[in-house]
């Protein structure tokens, strides 16, 4: 595949096989990964640009690539957030629809912060931040792995108590359906 890129003029004689190898190594199992990750490699920015060029990789956010070949799954979304902010939880509108809480599908991705870290801009996906402080931002976490990437989602009661907490944020209406929504499960 790689030589016929080449033959065909597509591959710079700067991008050869052992680097296009290289990268697509980088992704592992994952579906996003990020430019950070790719440096701490040893690979050159400049080398992502080629192969996005090429149209073997995809620029899919601010620092953010997938194998161009990749299908994203209905959570897509939640794993290039959880990948654009590495200490962000999946919380609040974003979590009810992860465990099929509600069927409103959210526009924004709802990531949990620590209160005292920073926040991010990121344009790509459309994230909406939420502070919590210390240790409530760490408690009733499960980790689930989404396109070969980690991320993190409060439990089910947990984010029923937390649509109670943020009622004046998303509204007590969505509060009281994902309190019945959790007594049905």
């Known amino acids: ?19 296009i190898k290289r990268v697509l190594a980088a992704f592992g199992n994952a579906g996003v990964v990020r430019a950070k990750d790719f440096a701490a490699k040893g690979i050159h920015r400049k080398r992502l640009t080629d192969m996005v060029n090429v149209g073997l990789i995809d620029h899919v956010g601010h620092g953010l690539y997938r194998r161009h070949a990749h299908q ?27 465990h099929g ?16 870290s920073w926040k991010p801009t ?14 409530m931002h ?3 976490l499960s980790p689930h792995t ?11 009661a947990r984010t029923v108590v937390d649509c109670f907490r943020y009622r004046k944020v998303v509204g007590i209406d969505i509060a009281m359906d994902a309190m019945q929504a959790f007594f049905r499960r």
């Open 72 to 98: 994203p799954t209905q959570h897509h979304a939640l794993v290039q957030a959880s990948v654009a902010v590495p200490g962000g939880n999946i919380c609040l509108l974003s979590a009810l629809w992860f």
């Open 146 to 156: 989404i396109e070969g990437v980690n991320i993190y989602v409060y439990s089910p």
């Open 138 to 140: 760490i408690e009733d």
């Open 122 to 135: 990121i344009k790509q996906p459309n994230i909406r931040f939420i502070r919590m402080a210390g240790h």
């Open 1 to 19: 595949m790689y030589e016929w890129l080449f033959m065909q003029g597509k591959v710079s004689a700067m991008v050869e096989g052992r680097t």
């Open 101 to 116: 809480m509600t069927t409103l599908l959210p526009r924004q991705v709802w990531l949990a912060l620590n209160s005292r």
